[in-house]
């Protein structure tokens, strides 16, 4: 199963820094967000980010991770030189790590 | 029991403007707040000032508030925006000239002053929060130094009866926290009120954002009619608890979905969502559907103020060239990549002195950086480079017009760009050493 089919994602900026929510579409699915979606499964996806430093907040009462990557915007919108520049793109990229039911533990996301 | 109605009129400086006409026609609203000062604008401001002494506010200024003041004034919608950036007391002259020119004559304009501290930032030494180094080391590349006021200029302002309130660098949920403040006469200590109104604030801030905007994926989260997206009112009890909505029949929706994204969104630390009057603790927030567009919010706990102000210090950084050139049909992938790749020789044999380069194509890894999946029947080569000199800046583009004739076969659609960097850094200043004043125009 995608995230996708669990959660759905906003992401914001505030210098080099990204922040990515995700949040479950049903309470009981916050259980398997916060055993799926973990700081080692969120940077091994995003690899290619780049990403200096990751922070994970797990909100219970909304059924949400907050996501802090540090490092993860080449500088930040206002000197950055990617197309991208806020990296508002970034969250949805989550959305087909594989995740819940189904899911093999050994096997990687994407290669 | 008392409550306030306060409506978000814009969320970034390039907002649609017709949302907050709608909010003031119908939207039965005290207050109207437009969020309009991204943390860069205001350095851009300042250089525009240095140009035009009547100049360095937001460009559309004029263009809102002569939509809006009708409306607002035949409704007694009072006003409160960080439209001012640099120059507040200018901004506030082209309101009372607008509304004049509207028939407006006895509106009373107030502008919040005091939030440039460049003199004392480029004066002093300060640490640089996000990244290592002081603001020395910036030297006499800073060209603007913001620290971010709180409410108290603005509930100011509110009392001594401005029907609008103009300022500089305010914390964003500030402008709604203010009106609040002055509405219920909250104690400046009243730690979990104030928290509570930095909720609205926060939820508010980004207008659209919370009612259906930002949100929409066709048949995961499909959200009605976005081009005549609803922008969001509070409706906000004097204990601060409040009701997120917005004018019924305007496109959009409010759920506790688009609620529970603009709630966490750009919050660092969901326990400790710093503000210049509050820190707020968003971790206890419940949200509950209170009817069709309607979610009640309550539960942000609050913790005493800090006592230093955040301050934005612009600076120059140099100059970005870019260029993009599209390729489609089969191998357009291939003949991309050998697009940038000649573009990087060139840059090299003609000695443009590049620090830093990006190149990606479009359709591929631009944004993503993953650069796998189905090869794309179309794909746009850009090259993006940071370089000293504008005139090194604009060789990047050229170089990527260049490949018309001498690149790949098939190139079209060339654009190019180039344009001074200003880069922001952020430092502390302790709030006595900050001195927020008000001044009215007529």
């Known amino acids: 199963m995608r995230l996708g089919e669990l959660a759905h994602v906003r992401t914001g900026d505030k210098g080099d820094v990204s922040q990515v929510s995700v949040i479950a579409f049903r309470a009981e699915d916050f259980a398997v967000l916060r055993r799926d979606v973990t700081v080692a499964r969120l940077l091994a996806h995003l690899a290619n980010l780049d990403v200096q430093e990751a922070t994970r907040y797990e909100l219970p009462g909304l059924g949400a991770l907050s996501f802090v990557l540090r490092g993860a915007l080449r500088g930040g919108v206002t000197r950055s030189l990617s197309l991208d520049a806020h990296g508002k793109t970034l969250g949805a990229q989550l959305l087909d790590l594989d995740c819940g039911a189904g899911r093999h533990p050994d096997r990687p996301d994407r290669t | ?442």
């Open chain 2, 1 to 442: 029991m008392k409550s306030v109605r306060i409506g978000a009129g814009a969320g970034f400086s390039g907002d649609r403007i017709e949302p907050a006409v709608e909010l003031a026609e119908r939207g039965q609203l005290d207050f109207l707040a437009f969020e309009c000062l991204a943390e860069r604008t205001i350095a851009l401001a300042q250089a525009a000032r240095r140009r035009d002494p009547d100049g360095g506010f937001d460009p559309l200024l004029e263009r809102r508030m002569a939509a809006v003041l009708p409306a607002a004034r035949a409704n007694g919608v009072r006003i409160v925006t960080n439209m001012g950036a640099a120059n507040p007391r200018a901004a506030a002259r082209v309101v009372v000239r607008t509304a004049a020119r509207l028939g407006l004559h006895d509106l009373r304009v107030a502008a919040v002053l005091g939030d440039d501290v460049e003199a004392l930032i480029v004066a002093g030494d300060f640490p640089l929060t996000d990244r290592a180094g002081t603001s020395r080391d910036l030297g006499g590349s800073i060209v603007s130094a913001n620290a971010y006021l709180g409410i108290a200029p603005i509930v100011e302002a509110l009392q001594q009866g401005a029907d609008i309130v103009i300022t500089g660098r305010v914390g964003d949920p500030a402008l709604f926290l203010a009106p609040l403040v002055h509405a219920f006469g909250w104690a400046e200590d009243d730690w979990t009120r104030l928290a509570r109104g930095t909720l609205v604030g926060h939820l508010l801030e980004c207008a659209g954002q919370v009612t259906g905007g930002y949100f929409a994926d066709p048949g995961v989260k499909d959200v009605p009619d976005l081009a005549r997206l609803g922008f969001p009112i509070a409706e906000v009890d004097e204990d601060g608890d409040a009701i997120i909505t917005k004018v019924a029949g305007s496109g959009g929706k409010v759920t506790i979905a688009t609620c529970k994204e603009q709630l966490l969104y750009e919050v660092l630390d969901p326990a400790a969502y710093v503000q210049p009057d509050v820190v707020s603790d968003f971790t206890g927030v419940h949200l509950r559907q209170a009817g069709p567009d309607r979610v009640a919010i309550a539960g942000a706990a609050g913790k005493p103020r800090p006592a230093a102000l955040k301050v934005s210090i612009g600076y120059q950084d140099g100059f970005i060239g870019e260029g993009q050139i599209s390729y489609a049909g089969p191998n357009a992938v291939a003949r991309g990549r050998l697009a940038l790749e000649i573009v990087r020789e060139r840059l090299a044999l003609t000695g443009v002195r590049v620090e830093e380069i990006d190149l990606s194509l479009i359709g591929v890894d631009s944004v993503s950086r993953r650069g796998v999946g189905p090869e794309p029947s179309e794909v746009r080569a850009r090259v993006a480079g940071r370089t000293r000199s504008l005139d090194e800046a604009r060789q990047i583009g050229r170089e990527v017009e260049a490949l018309y004739t001498n690149g790949p076969a098939g190139g079209g659609g060339a654009w190019m760009g180039a344009h001074e960097v200003i880069a922001v850094a952020s430092t502390l200043i302790d709030r006595e050493r900050v001195r927020p004043s008000v001044a009215f125009e007529s």
